[in-house]
């Protein structure tokens, strides 16, 4: 018996369609005319009124990953049933080498974290934070042998996870031949350090001055600084993480008018919310919001929602992702009390995507095609999973959400909230429409705001080059 979703609107990047949509076994098999589709023998569902669009994809997480003295409080099963929850059928994880560790370590660490546990299906972008030799080879040998084809680098974090100049372009220079996308966190993390000491000299020890101290100009110059690298590599294709300031997308935007493969993305909280009402908050409350790049003011220069919400729908911004790094209040963001510098990075979100971007529909800043292209099939054709994932198309994975437009969804600690943390940084927001229904190959995970879902049921998924390219 299969499953039909009937009288539905799929959404697609190239539009909206009513179509039936049959799924049998694990993937889509048909798509008919509404009202043609085959009834008997098969479960009905009925989607009137409702957008079918395909699973989100977040191409940006942090499950279980030891950070800043402690380990953030979502692991891969918590983690995954958050994600099945927000709609998120595919997850890719950033696998962590530690400082001095092989690859291959790193990676073999993530499978045993990760196997059995997931509720949706996984892979992992490969983290170097030593890059030497060994670290190079292991690039061609993932890339070839184990389905891992994304590496991310970091220009920031000095004495742990950086990599300098000479070893990006050494990394850029194999991602040349291996195929491999190069992900980088752009911010120029020697100067950041500057000015966190001259900060915590002055006294400045509160929460808010973590923004203070990672200036947006120090975003857009290493963002520029990763462009200049990959082109001097090869117009090696290059994805810039977790964009938050006006500064670097204007440096994405010229990079790609220049005909370079540049792609960037960004995260809800960066559209959603600034330092104002959060960093700033009295006494320590602010610590819930620090993440890196930090939250922006809305005071600069520069208005950098309203530039990112643009170049979402100008396609300078290619993905939204979460950056999902979640840590409780309570002992976690509280080892830096007294001392910003000391506080752990990293937000939750990875339940919330779809339903903030959504709302960023509602409100005219994109349309439901680019709602769908930048959570879903982008992410996919980037990270070598399209047309597997990503599509509602005869032969895909039935990864399928079906969304209601005429309900709404609060966010919040006792209201719709499945990530391990004790708050949430998108409290008392509302949106206007909800999750209806969740299936993952086939298998329906939430229904009816129940959740079906197993650990275990989550596959790993070799994935292929990026497919995005001329
Ligand atoms: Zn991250």
Redesign the pocket.
């Known amino acids: 018996m299969g499953t039909l979703i009937a009288n539905g609107t799929v959404i697609s990047p190239t539009g909206r369609i009513a179509q039936d949509v049959l799924v049998d076994g694990e993937r889509i098999v048909a798509l008919y005319i509404p009202g043609t589709g085959p009834r008997d023998g098969h479960r009905v569902i009925d989607a009137t009124g409702k957008y079918v669009i395909p699973g989100g994809i977040d191409v940006?997480t942090?499950l279980d990953l030891p950070l800043g003295g402690t380990v953030v409080s979502d692991n891969f099963e918590t983690g995954t049933i958050a994600a099945a929850w927000g709609g998120v059928t595919t997850v890719v994880d950033?696998a962590d080498q530690h400082t001095g560790e092989s690859v291959h370590d790193g990676l073999a660490e993530w499978h045993e974290k990760a196997a059995g546990k997931c509720a949706v299906d996984y892979s992992f972008t490969q983290m170097i934070s030593t890059l030497d030799d060994e670290s190079l080879k292991a690039m061609d040998y993932l890339t070839e042998h184990e389905g891992i084809t994304s590496f991310?680098f970091f220009m920031a974090y000095p004495g742990a996870c950086y990599s300098d100049d000479g070893q990006i372009l050494r990394a850029m220079q194999q991602a040349s031949h291996n195929g491999g996308l190069i992900m980088m966190?752009a911010e120029n993390g020697i100067a950041i350090d500057v000015l966190v000491a001259q900060a915590l000299a002055r006294g400045e020890t509160d929460p808010k001055y973590h923004s203070f101290t990672r200036p947006p100009e120090l975003e857009g110059e290493a963002t520029h600084r990763a462009i200049v690298l990959s082109k001097v590599a090869g117009n090696v294709p290059l994805y810039i993480?977790?964009m938050s300031a006006a500064e670097a997308l204007d440096e994405v935007a010229e990079a790609r008018h220049n005909g370079q493969n540049v792609f960037g993305e960004t995260c809800p909280q960066y559209l959603h919310l600034t330092l104002e009402g959060t960093l700033d908050r009295p006494g320590f409350e602010g610590a819930k919001f620090v993440c890196s790049p930090p939250l922006r003011s809305k005071h600069d220069h520069r208005n950098h929602r309203a530039d990112l919400w643009k170049g979402l729908r100008m396609n300078e911004l290619a993905v939204v992702a979460t950056?999902h790094?979640p840590f409780c209040f309570k002992d976690q963001k509280e080892l830096g009390r007294g001392n910003f510098a000391k506080i752990p990075n990293?937000l939750g979100g990875i339940e919330h995507r779809l339903e903030l971007i959504y709302q960023g529909v509602v409100a005219g800043e994109l349309s439901l095609e680019r709602w769908v292209e930048t959570c879903c099939t982008t992410p996919a054709r980037l990270f070598g999973l399209f047309p597997k994932k990503g599509i509602i198309a005869p032969g895909s994975d039935a990864d399928i959400v079906i969304w209601d437009p005429n309900r709404k969804t609060e966010i919040g600690v006792g209201k719709k909230h499945h990530s391990n943390m004790d708050y949430s940084v998108y409290e008392g927001t509302i949106i206007d429409g909800r999750i209806d229904t969740v299936m993952s190959r086939g298998t329906v995970l939430v229904e009816n705001d129940q959740y079906f879902g197993r650990p275990g049921h989550g596959k790993f998924l070799k994935r292929g080059l990026c497919n995005y390219l001329a």
């Open positions: 940006h942090h950033m991310k966190h993480v977790h950056d790094c990293g």
